[in-house]
Nanobody, 124 residues
Framework: QVQLVESGGGLVQAGDSLRLSCAASGRAFSSYYMGWLRQAPGKEREFVAAINWSGGSTLYADSVKGRFTISRDNAKNTVYLQMNSLKIEDTAVYYC?????????????????WGQGTQVTVSS
């Protein structure tokens, strides 16, 4: 089992950058496939980005491709989401999630563990 705690959210202006962090506790962090998903008010939770155990393989939603970068540091049990050129439509609660195993996924129901979320608000 793994516990996840997100941090780094906040209020920024359009065009700014933020870096989210997700600290994991528990065993075998490096064995988990990690993802970031987000949920805007009145909308379903949607996939943002994911990364495999080594960091060598990543997936991105089309809406963030080229602006967001996911990375992980297994020595620190932490996964990051660097968000650049933020847009108003990026406003959401961002969740870190972990999936057992190595099969990549963009499907939220396939993630096994979730953090509590961190709010990102982008203003004009």
């Amino acid at each position: 089992q793994v516990q996840l705690v997100e941090s780094g959210g906040g209020l920024v202006q359009a065009g700014d950058s933020l870096r989210l962090s997700c600290a994991a506790s528990g065993r075998a962090f490096s064995s988990y496939y990690m993802g970031w998903l987000r949920q805007a008010p009145g909308k379903e939770r949607e996939f943002v980005a994911a990364i495999n155990w080594s960091g060598g393989s990543t997936l991105y939603a089309d809406s963030v491709k080229g602006r967001f970068t996911i990375s992980r540091d297994n020595a620190k049990n932490t996964v990051y989401l660097q968000m650049n050129s933020l847009k108003i439509e990026d406003t959401a609660v961002y969740y870190c999630a972990a999936k057992r195993g190595v099969v990549p996924t963009t499907i939220r129901y396939e993630y096994d563990y979730w953090g509590q979320g961190t709010q990102v608000t982008v203003s004009s």
